[in-house]
C-alpha cells in the first residue's frame, strides 16, 4: 500500500504540481514530454543539492537500458524551455563530473508522509522516506526539531529505495516467525546523503547524529540522522579519514587522518559542534578500534621481525604499545574489520582461514587481557567489510560477501553458538564504515554501487569516444580488467544475475556482446597473448583464488597454478610465461609459470602488485616496495631488482590498470579520482593524459596498434545508509 500527499513547487514565474504532473508558467501551461516532465521533478524536490547522473537515470529510466546522452538531451531541453544560456543559468545547474543541481530559490507547500510496504498475511514495515540533507549555509540547530521530511514521488525510486523495499519485503515474509527473540528482523531503512562521495562515516550514540568525511579534496561534517542543516567540522584538504568515531557521551569526535601533512598518520579529536582540532599522538597509519573509554585502540601491523600478522594495544595520549595477539602472516588478521565490545573484554576481528586454501575469511575472538584467540564462527566469508558489536555482547554484525558473491551484505552472528544469519534478501553492496546506536537498535553503514560501461575512441581524440556496450544499474562492464585483442575482439569483466563476474567478449563497435566464461564465479584481470589465442585470468571458481587460460578457439577452460593464493596474471605476449602476483609466502609478490602449466617460481623479493609484461615479454612493470614506500618499478621478467624507479603520484591508482603503451615507451595507470597518467620510461614527472573525461575512470586497454583506445566509463556512488531495528 503507498500513501502520497500532493506536493506543489513554486520558483521564479513557475509552478509545479507533481501529484498532477503540471507546470505552470504565469498560470498558463507549460508543455513538457514525460521524461523531462520526471527530470524536473526529480531536480525540483532535491533543489539545493546536487542529483548525480546515476540518481537520475535511475529515476527518471528505472529499469531501462538508455545512455547518458539521454540525459544530456533533456537536460538541454529544460534549460530551453527556462531560457538557461552557457553564461546565465537561474534554473539548473551542471556540477562537473557529479551531476545536476536546481539552483533557483524554490517555495514548497507539502506535509510529511511514508511509504508503507504491506505483507498483509504476514506483517508490516514502514520505510522512512529519504532524508536529503539541505547543504546550504546557515545557523546549526542541532537540538532542535527538525524540520518535516517531504514525500517526493520521485525520491522514493532511487536504487538504494527500491533495493531497501524489495529486500525488506522478502525478509519480513521469511523472517517474521521468530523475530522477537532475534535482533534485525523488522527494518526501515533511511538514506542520508545523497552526494554519492561519502568515505567514512561514524554515528553518534544516541543515533541522532552522524559524521563523515566526503568528496576529494576531502571534508569532514556533522549531520542530523532526522534532516537538517550540516556542519562542517574540517574544510576540504587532500587528506584521508581512516577511523571516525564518538566518545561514549557524543561529545567529542576522534579520528586519524594520513596525507602530506599526516606522513606517519596521527590521531585527533575535535568536539562535535566544531572547533580546535586536538592531536592526540603520531604515527597512527590504519583503521583502529577504540576501547570504550577511548583511552586505548587497537591495529593491526606486523611483529617487529615481519614474520607474523599482529594485533596491538596503544594508548591514545601516548606511543606506547603492547602486542596482545599474533597470527602466522600468511593468515593475517584484516583490517578495517577490528571491534572492541562495549564492556571492553572481547575484540573481535577477521582473518584470513588456515582450514583451505584461498581467500575465504572467518570471525575471530580476542580476549582483550590475555590475548587469547578463538574462532567464533566457521562461516566462510570472500571479504569482510566491517564488524560491530552489540551492546549487550550477544553477537556482532557483519558486513560480508559471501565466496561467490562480490558485494557485501549484512549478517548477524550469535557468539552463543557463532551462528552466522543474513540480515537481508538482496540489501548490498555495504562497505567498511559500520557503526550501531548505544542501544544497538540502530545501524550506519556505506552502501555502494557503479554503473559502468565501454567507451571506445581514436588513441590521438580520446574526447571523441562514443559507449559501446549498455549495462543495466549494478552492471559493471570493464569494471576490474579488460583487454584487446589483436582479432579486434575486447574481452572484458561482466556480471552475471547471480552476482558474480565472468569474463564477456564484444567486437569493438559492441554488436555481438555474449558472455565468455560461466556464471558462479569472480573473474577479474584479463590479459591475452599476442596471437589471441589465449585468455588469462584469476578467477575464485575452484574454491581458491588462482590463475586461469580459457582457449578461444575452443572454449576450454584450464588451470594453471595451484596454491591457492594467486591473482593479477599478466600473460607474456610470446605465450612463454605468466607473471602474476602470490600470497604463497605470506607476503604479496611477483611470481611466474609457464602458460602451458607447470612449476612456479618467485622472481621478486620486495613486496609488489599490479605486474604487468612489457610488449617484447622482457620486461615487467608493477607497484614495488622500496625502503617501505610504494613506487613505479619496471624488472627483468627474469627477477632480480629494479632497473628502473618511478614516484607516483598522491592519487594513483594501479588496480585492474597498469598497462604499456604499444610502443613500450610509456606506463600508463588511472587515477584514484578522474582520468589516466603516463609515465614516460626515460623518466620525468608523470602526465596527465589529455582529452580523457575529467571523471573518475576504470580498467582500459590500447588496440594492438596503438591507434585506439576503450576504457570503462560510467558512476560509482557510495553513501551513508541507516537501518533502524523497528522490535527495539
Known amino acids: 500500500m503507498t500513501d502520497r500527499v500532493e506536493k506543489t513547487f513554486w520558483?521564479?514565474?513557475?509552478?509545479?504540481?507533481?501529484?498532477?504532473?503540471?507546470?505552470?508558467?504565469?498560470?498558463?501551461?507549460?508543455?513538457?514530454?514525460?521524461?523531462?516532465?520526471?527530470?524536473?521533478?526529480?531536480?525540483?524536490?532535491?533543489?539545493?543539492?546536487?542529483?548525480?547522473?546515476?540518481?537520475?537515470?535511475?529515476?527518471?529510466?528505472?529499469?531501462?537500458?538508455?545512455?547518458?546522452?539521454?540525459?544530456?538531451?533533456?537536460?538541454?531541453?529544460?534549460?530551453?524551455?527556462?531560457?538557461?544560456?552557457?553564461?546565465?543559468?537561474?534554473?539548473?545547474?551542471?556540477?562537473?563530473?557529479?551531476?545536476?543541481?536546481?539552483?533557483?530559490?524554490?517555495?514548497?507547500?507539502?506535509?510529511?508522509?511514508?511509504?508503507v510496504v504491506e505483507q498483509r498475511s504476514v506483517s508490516r514495515?514502514?520505510?522512512?522516506?529519504?532524508?536529503?540533507?539541505?547543504?546550504?549555509?546557515?545557523?546549526?540547530?542541532?537540538?532542535?526539531?527538525?524540520?518535516?521530511?517531504?514525500?517526493?514521488?520521485?525520491?522514493?525510486?532511487?536504487?538504494?529505495?527500491?533495493?531497501?523495499?524489495?529486500?525488506?519485503?522478502?525478509?519480513?515474509?521469511?523472517?517474521?516467525?521468530?523475530?522477537?527473540?532475534?535482533?534485525f528482523r523488522d527494518l526501515s531503512t533511511k538514506r542520508l546523503t545523497n552526494n554519492g562521495d561519502v568515505q567514512n562515516a561514524a554515528l553518534s550514540p544516541d543515533g541522532r547524529f552522524f559524521v563523515y568525511s566526503v568528496g576529494t579534496p576531502t571534508s569532514l561534517r556533522l549531520g542530523q540522522t532526522n534532516g537538517g542543516e550540516e556542519i562542517e567540522l574540517i574544510p576540504p584538504s587532500e587528506v584521508n579519514f581512516r577511523t571516525l568515531a564518538f566518545s561514549p557521551e557524543g561529545d567529542m569526535i576522534y579520528y586519524v587522518v594520513s596525507g602530506k601533512a599526516h606522513p606517519g598518520g596521527s590521531l585527533f579529536k575535535i568536539r562535535s559542534l566544531g572547533g580546535v582540532?586536538?592531536?592526540?599522538?603520531?604515527?597512527?597509519?590504519?583503521?583502529?578500534?577504540?576501547?570504550?573509554?577511548?583511552?586505548?585502540?587497537?591495529?593491526?601491523?606486523?611483529?617487529?621481525?615481519?614474520?607474523?600478522?599482529?594485533?596491538?594495544?596503544?594508548?591514545?595520549?601516548?606511543?606506547?604499545?603492547?602486542?596482545?595477539?599474533?597470527r602466522p602472516k600468511k593468515f593475517p588478521f584484516a583490517s578495517p574489520t577490528l571491534a572492541w565490545s562495549r564492556d571492553g573484554k572481547t575484540i573481535g576481528v577477521a582473518a584470513l582461514s588456515d582450514k583451505v586454501n584461498g581467500v575465504n575469511y572467518e570471525i575471530f575472538l580476542i580476549d582483550a587481557l590475555n590475548g587469547q584467540v578463538r574462532e567464533l564462527t566457521d562461516k566462510k566469508f570472500r571479504s569482510v567489510n566491517g564488524l560491530e558489536w552489540l551492546t549487550d555482547g550477544t553477537g556482532l554484525i557483519v558486513t560480508a560477501a559471501e565466496p561467490t558473491q562480490t558485494n557485501a551484505s549484512m549478517w548477524h552472528v550469535s557468539v552463543s553458538d557463532g551462528t552466522a544469519r543474513a540480515i537481508d534478501a538482496s540489501l548490498t553492496n555495504f562497505g567498511s564504515p559500520l557503526d550501531l546506536s548505544q542501544d544497538s537498535g540502530v545501524i550506519l553503514t556505506v552502501t555502494t554501487d557503479a554503473i559502468t560501461n565501454i567507451w571506445r575512441a581514436d588513441a590521438d581524440r580520446p574526447e571523441q569516444a562514443?559507449?559501446?556496450?549498455?549495462?543495466?544499474?549494478?552492471?559493471?562492464?570493464?569494471?576490474?580488467?579488460?583487454?584487446w585483442l589483436t582479432s579486434g575482439r575486447i574481452v572484458m569483466?561482466?556480471?552475471?544475475?547471480?552476482?558474480?563476474?565472468?569474463?564477456?567478449?564484444?567486437?569493438?563497435?559492441?554488436?555481438?556482446?555474449?558472455?565468455?566464461?560461466?556464471?558462479?564465479?569472480?573473474?577479474?584481470?584479463?590479459?591475452?597473448?599476442?596471437?589471441?589465442?589465449?585468455?588469462?585470468?584469476?578467477?575464485?571458481?575452484?574454491?581458491?583464488?588462482?590463475?586461469?587460460?580459457?582457449?578461444?578457439?575452443?572454449?576450454?577452460?584450464?588451470?594453471?597454478?595451484?596454491?591457492?593464493?594467486?591473482?593479477?596474471?599478466?600473460?607474456?605476449?610470446?605465450g612463454k610465461w605468466v607473471v602474476y602476483i602470490s600470497e604463497t609466502d605470506g607476503e604479496n609478490t611477483i611470481w611466474r609459470v609457464p602458460l602451458t602449466g607447470g612449476p612456479a617460481e618467485k622472481i621478486a623479493k620486495n613486496k609488489a602488485s599490479w605486474a604487468r609484461v612489457s610488449p617484447d615479454s622482457r620486461s615487467i612493470a608493477c607497484a614495488y616496495e622500496i625502503n617501505g614506500k610504494t613506487k613505479l618499478a619496471v624488472l627483468s621478467i627474469d627477477g632480480g631488482e629494479p632497473v628502473k624507479e618511478f614516484d607516483?603520484?598522491?592519487?594513483?591508482?594501479?588496480?585492474?590498470?597498469?598497462?604499456?603503451?604499444?610502443?613500450?615507451?610509456?606506463?600508463?595507470?588511472?587515477?584514484?579520482?578522474?582520468?589516466?597518467?603516463?609515465?614516460?620510461?626515460?623518466?620525468?614527472?608523470?602526465?596527465?593524459?589529455?582529452?580523457?573525461?575529467?571523471?573518475?575512470?576504470?580498467?582500459?586497454?590500447?588496440?594492438?596498434?596503438?591507434?585506439?583506445?576503450?576504457?570503462?566509463?560510467?558512476?560509482?556512488?557510495?553513501?551513508?545508509?541507516?537501518?533502524?531495528?523497528?522490535?527495539?
Not at 520521485?154 to 519480513?172: D, P, R
Not at 589471441?532 to 588451470?559: H, P
Request: glycine share 10%; net charge negative; charged share 25%.
Open 11 to 115: 520558483f521564479g514565474e513557475y509552478e509545479l504540481n507533481c501529484e498532477k504532473r503540471r507546470l505552470l508558467k504565469h498560470g498558463e501551461p507549460v508543455a513538457l514530454k514525460p521524461k523531462a516532465f520526471d527530470l524536473l521533478s526529480a531536480l525540483v524536490v532535491s533543489h539545493g543539492r546536487t542529483v548525480t547522473k546515476l540518481e537520475l537515470l535511475n529515476t527518471v529510466w528505472d529499469g531501462q537500458f538508455v545512455e547518458e546522452n539521454n540525459l544530456t538531451v533533456h537536460i538541454s531541453a529544460l534549460r530551453k524551455i527556462f531560457g538557461d544560456t552557457a553564461d546565465t543559468k537561474r534554473f539548473i545547474s551542471t556540477v562537473p563530473g557529479k551531476g545536476y543541481r536546481f539552483v533557483a530559490n524554490v517555495v514548497e507547500d507539502s506535509d510529511q508522509s511514508e511509504i
Open 648 to 728: 607516483l603520484p598522491n592519487r594513483a591508482n594501479l588496480r585492474y590498470s597498469l598497462r604499456w603503451t604499444p610502443d613500450a615507451r610509456s606506463l600508463t595507470y588511472r587515477d584514484w579520482d578522474a582520468g589516466y597518467w603516463r609515465q614516460s620510461i626515460d623518466g620525468g614527472e608523470p602526465q596527465r593524459l589529455a582529452g580523457f573525461p575529467d571523471e573518475k575512470l576504470f580498467s582500459y586497454d590500447w588496440s594492438p596498434d596503438g591507434k585506439q583506445v576503450a576504457y570503462g566509463r560510467g558512476m560509482e556512488v557510495r553513501d551513508i545508509i541507516l537501518v533502524r531495528d523497528l522490535n527495539r
Open 277 to 326: 582540532p586536538q592531536k592526540l599522538r603520531g604515527n597512527v597509519r590504519t583503521h583502529v578500534a577504540f576501547s570504550p573509554d577511548m583511552s586505548r585502540f587497537v591495529y593491526i601491523g606486523n611483529t617487529e621481525d615481519g614474520d607474523r600478522s599482529a594485533i596491538f594495544v596503544a594508548d591514545s595520549n601516548s606511543d606506547s604499545k603492547t602486542e596482545i595477539a599474533v
Open 493 to 574: 569483466t561482466g556480471h552475471d544475475k547471480g552476482g558474480g563476474t565472468p569474463l564477456w567478449i564484444t567486437d569493438p563497435d559492441g554488436a555481438t556482446l555474449s558472455q565468455l566464461t560461466p556464471d558462479g564465479s569472480i573473474d577479474q584481470n584479463p590479459t591475452a597473448t599476442a596471437d589471441g589465442r589465449f585468455v588469462v585470468f584469476d578467477s575464485n571458481r575452484s574454491g581458491a583464488s588462482e590463475v586461469w587460460r580459457i582457449d578461444l578457439s575452443t572454449n576450454e577452460l584450464t588451470q594453471i597454478t595451484y596454491s591457492g593464493y594467486n591473482s593479477q596474471p599478466s600473460v607474456a605476449p610470446d
Open 466 to 483: 562514443r559507449q559501446i556496450t549498455n549495462s543495466s544499474f549494478g552492471g559493471a562492464f570493464a569494471r576490474t580488467g579488460m583487454v
Open 125 to 183: 514495515i514502514v520505510v522512512e522516506e529519504i532524508g536529503f540533507m539541505d547543504g546550504e549555509a546557515g545557523p546549526p540547530r542541532l537540538y532542535e526539531g527538525a524540520r518535516k521530511p517531504f514525500w517526493s514521488r520521485m525520491a522514493v525510486f532511487t536504487l538504494v529505495a527500491v533495493g531497501a523495499i524489495a529486500a525488506i519485503g522478502a525478509m519480513v515474509v521469511q523472517n517474521k516467525l521468530g523475530s522477537r527473540n532475534k535482533p
